[in-house]
């Protein structure tokens, strides 16, 4: 039974937009930062952005700051990552993890089945 579930992966055109969502439970959210990683065809999975489980820290991957926005949903156990101005370096598989901690710190333990994001024109 998978503790995260993605969604929201697509096709999108460059400078599109498409809204991922991880549903995890209750505890989960409560208690472990959750982020985002992706992972595109021959290079190595790297951190995106992540939220600690007070929902205060928000951290962002350098390169895709200002295009993408980590949020939660409390009521829906949900965290969401909008992507806006999408390029063509965003293609790859999504994931939706938990950390060890509250905290991010890139230690994740649970992972999702990902969902894969495509941009092309």
């Known amino acids: 039974q998978l503790l995260l579930v993605e969604s929201g992966g697509g096709l999108v055109q460059p400078g599109g937009s498409l809204r991922l969502s991880c549903v995890t439970s209750k505890f989960i959210l409560d208690w472990n930062a959750i982020g985002w990683v992706r992972q595109a065809p021959g290079k190595e999975r790297e951190g995106v952005s992540c939220?600690?489980?007070?929902?205060?820290?928000?951290n962002y991957l350098d390169s895709v700051k200002g295009r993408f926005t980590i949020s939660r949903d409390i009521a829906k156990n949900t965290v969401y990552l909008q992507m806006d101005s999408l390029e063509s370096e965003d293609p790859a598989v999504y994931y939706c993890?938990?950390?060890?901690?509250?905290?991010?710190?890139?230690?994740?333990?649970?992972w999702g089945q990902g969902t894969q994001v495509t941009v092309s024109s």
């Open positions: 993890a938990s950390e060890r901690s509250s905290w991010c710190r890139g230690e994740y333990e649970n």
């Open positions: 939220i600690s489980s007070s929902g205060d820290i928000r």
